[in-house]
Antibody, heavy 116, light 107 residues
Framework: EVQLVESGGGLVQPGGSLRLSCGGS????????MSWVRQAAGKGLEWVAN????????NYVDSVKGRFTISRDNAKNSLSLQMSSLRAGDTAVYYC?????????WGQGTLVTVSS | DIQMTQSPSSLSASVGDRVTITCRAS??????LLWHQQRPGEAPNLLIY???TLRSGVPSRFSGSGSGTDFTLTISSLQAEDVATYYC?????????FGQGTRVEIK
């Protein structure tokens, strides 16, 4: 089955760090741009970051630049999002998504809660 | 940044009705427009890309049209399983942005 599965979400204090991971199965993740998209509770979708298949190009939404880092390990068919200096406004479900803008496969999401 | 504005924000229609959702981009985006469906409690799912190309496996009652700045998603005959929030999204430049969503309910 073609799917993406996220992990690593949880409760973190403001200013803290968290690393999200995403594993792909049923397809070759290394052939695709990959993205993270988030959704706050009851709110809409916000693209966060994407990364080129070879990892040489990364793009971020302004609100996370300098705080979040997207990376990939093609040998392990995996994607990561390292988040630091977390704020309450980063609280959301984070989706791992196949595509750099043509989002054609979504994971089920992992919840990140930033709260003291 | 390109702003995507959907209307209406929500709608209620009967099974079998024709439903139309509009999406307007704040700048010209050619046909770089996608539609996603998010059923309650689920992750989003791609329905249409390149403004009018139906993704394989998506029922033919869904269709998309438009180019430039104005786009529409049409459900020709609303079904119970179409209850969801629908989002437009551009793929024209960075940052990728989504519309605020249109919630579709059954009357």
């Amino acid at each position: 089955e073609v799917q993406l599965v996220e992990s690593g979400g949880g409760l973190v204090q403001p200013g803290g760090s968290l690393r999200l991971s995403c594993g792909g199965s049923g397809f070759t993740l290394s052939s695709h741009w990959m993205s993270w998209v988030r959704q706050a509770a009851g709110k809409g979708l916000e693209w966060v970051a994407n990364i080129k298949p070879d990892g040489s190009v990364r793009n971020y939404v302004d609100s996370v630049k300098g705080r979040f880092t997207i990376s990939r390990d093609n040998a392990k068919n995996s994607l990561s999002l390292q988040m630091s200096s977390l704020r309450a406004g980063d609280t959301a479900v984070y989706y791992c998504v196949r595509g750099g803008g043509h989002f054609d496969l979504w994971g089920q999401g992992t919840l990140v809660t930033v709260s003291s | 940044d390109i702003q995507m504005t959907q209307s209406p924000s929500s709608l209620s229609a009967s099974v079998g009705d024709r439903v139309t959702i509009t999406c307007r981009a704040s700048q010209i985006i050619s046909s770089n427009l996608l539609w996603h469906q998010q059923r309650p409690g689920e992750a989003p799912n791609l329905l249409i890309y390149a403004a009018s190309t139906l993704r394989s496996g998506v029922p033919s009652r869904f269709s998309g049209s438009g180019s430039g700045t104005d786009f529409t998603l049409t459900i020709s005959s609303l079904q119970a399983e179409d209850v969801a929030t629908y989002y437009c999204q551009h793929n024209n430049s960075y940052p990728r942005t989504f519309g605020q969503g249109t919630r579709v309910e059954i009357k």
